[in-house]
C-alpha cells in the first residue's frame, strides 16, 4: 500500500483478480449444489404430501430407502430399474451437449429393443461372446437410424428435433406395437416375440456374484458404466466431442471457425439414439428376454430429467439414474409397509424435475440465503 493509504494499481488489480476468482468459485459451488437442493426440496414437499394423507414422513421415507437399499436384492433391484436409465439420460445428455433437444429416446429405445430381438434370435448358436456384441450393436443401429430422418431434416430443412423426434417416438412406438401383433408375434395368447436364446441373453450379475441372491440386476448396469466413460472421453479428448460441444455452445462461431455445424449435428443426434436404442437392448436381453408390445414404461422421458439432474454430465447421469432408480424399487415397499401411494412417488419426480428445470428459482433462492448470510 502507498503511504497515502491507497492501493496501488497492482495491488487493485490483484484484488480484482480474487474477487473474479471468488465470485466464479460461488458460482461453481451453487451449480453443483442445485441439483442436490432440488433432491432436498422436493423430499420436503412430498413430506407435506405424505402428511396431508395422514401417514408419518419419517416411516415412509425410511420403507422408501429399505425399499431400495436395504439388502444385495432391494440393492440389485434399484441397479435393474436405474440400468434403462442410465443410457437414456447419456442419449439426452449426449443430444444437449451438441445443442440438441432429444426428446425422442422413447422411440429409439423402442428400435433398439427391436433390432435386439430380431438380431438376437437371428443369431442363434453363436457363441455368448460373439452374439452379445453383434446384438448391442445392432441395437445401437437401429436407435441411430431412427434419429438419422429427424438429424437430416434438423440440419438440412431446420425443422426443430423437437417436433419430428417426438413424432418418430408415436411411429416406433406403434410399428413395435404392429411387429409384435402381427409378423413376430409367437405362438400363445400374449403378443410377444420368441424367448431370446441365453446366447442373446445378458447374463445376470448374480451369477457372478452370488452373494447378491435371487436380485435381477443384469449387467447391462456394467455396460451402462463403459457407455457412460466412452461418452466423458469422447466429449473430452475426441475431435468430434470438441466439435459437438462447440456447436451445443455457439453454432455460428463453430460454423464460423471452420466446423461442419449440419456434419456435426446429424452425427450427435444419431450418437444419442444409438445411446438410446441399448436402453432397449438392456430390456429386452436383460429383463425380459423377449420382445412385447409396450414393454418400456417411458425409460426414455425419464432420461431428461436424468440428464438435467446430471448437468449432462456422463458420471452425473450414472448417479442420477440410481436416484431415479431407487425412487422407483422403494415406492413399493413404501405403499406395502407406510400405506402411501406410489403417485407420492411420482409427485417427487416431478417436482425434481420443475425445481431442476427451472434452476433459477433454487439458485435465486440460494445467492438470497448467501446475502442474508453476509449480513
Avoid at 494499481?9 to 484484488?15: H, I, K, N, S, T
Wanted: with cysteine; charged share 10%; glycine share 12%.
Amino acid at each position: 500500500m502507498s503511504d497515502e493509504g491507497k492501493l496501488t494499481p497492482q495491488q487493485e488489480l490483484d484484488a480484482e483478480k480474487r474477487f473474479a476468482l471468488e465470485q466464479e468459485a460461488a458460482r461453481r459451488a451453487i451449480r453443483v449444489a442445485t441439483p442436490f437442493i432440488s433432491v432436498f426440496i422436493a423430499l420436503l414437499v412430498g413430506s407435506l404430501v405424505i402428511l396431508a394423507s395422514g401417514e408419518s414422513p419419517v416411516a415412509a421415507y425410511s420403507a422408501m430407502f429399505s425399499g431400495a437399499f436395504g439388502g444385495w436384492r432391494q440393492i440389485g433391484e434399484t441397479l435393474l430399474r436405474a440400468t434403462p436409465l442410465v443410457f437414456t439420460g447419456l442419449a439426452v445428455s449426449y443430444g444437449f451437449r451438441a445443442g440438441l433437444f432429444n426428446i425422442g429416446a422413447e422411440g429409439q429405445l423402442f428400435l433398439g429393443g427391436l433390432a435386439a430381438a430380431f438380431v438376437g434370435l437371428a443369431v442363434a448358436g453363436l457363441p455368448i461372446l460373439v452374439s452379445l456384441p453383434i446384438v448391442l450393436f445392432a441395437a445401437f443401429l437401429a436407435g441411430a437410424a431412427w434419429a438419422f430422418i429427424p438429424a437430416l431434416m434438423k440440419a438440412r430443412l431446420g425443422a426443430h428435433e423437437v417436433i419430428t423426434t417426438m413424432m418418430f417416438t408415436y411411429i416406433g412406438r406403434y410399428l413395435v406395437s404392429f411387429l409384435v401383433n402381427g409378423p413376430l408375434r409367437a405362438e400363445g395368447s400374449i403378443p410377444q416375440t420368441t424367448e431370446l436364446p441365453v446366447t442373446s441373453q445378458l447374463p445376470r450379475i448374480s451369477d457372478l456374484l452370488p452373494f447378491l441372491g435371487s436380485s435381477r440386476a443384469h449387467t447391462g448396469i456394467l455396460l451402462g458404466v463403459v457407455a457412460a466413460l466412452v461418452v466423458w472421453l469422447v466429449l473430452k479428448y475426441t475431435v468430434m466431442g470438441y466439435e459437438a460441444r462447440a456447436v451445443g455452445f455457439n453454432p455460428a462461431a463453430a460454423q464460423t471457425a471452420g466446423i461442419s455445424v449440419a456434419r456435426t449435428t446429424i452425427t450427435s443426434l444419431c450418437i444419442s439414439g444409438g445411446l438410446a436404442g441399448l436402453a432397449g437392448a438392456a430390456e429386452v436381453m436383460g429383463v425380459h428376454y423377449r420382445l412385447f408390445d409396450q414393454f418400456s414404461s417411458g425409460f426414455g422421458f425419464t432420461g431428461i430429467a436424468v440428464a438435467l439432474l446430471a448437468k449432462n454430465n456422463p458420471f452425473g447421469v450414472i448417479a442420477a439414474a440410481i436416484l431415479f432408480g431407487s425412487l422407483s424399487a422403494g415406492a413399493g415397499t413404501m405403499q406395502l409397509e407406510a400405506e402411501v401411494s406410489q403417485k407420492v412417488i411420482a409427485i417427487i419426480q416431478g417436482t425434481i424435475i420443475f425445481l431442476v428445470g427451472a434452476e433459477t428459482i433454487v439458485t435465486w433462492a440460494v445467492a438470497r440465503v448467501r446475502r442474508k448470510g453476509g449480513e
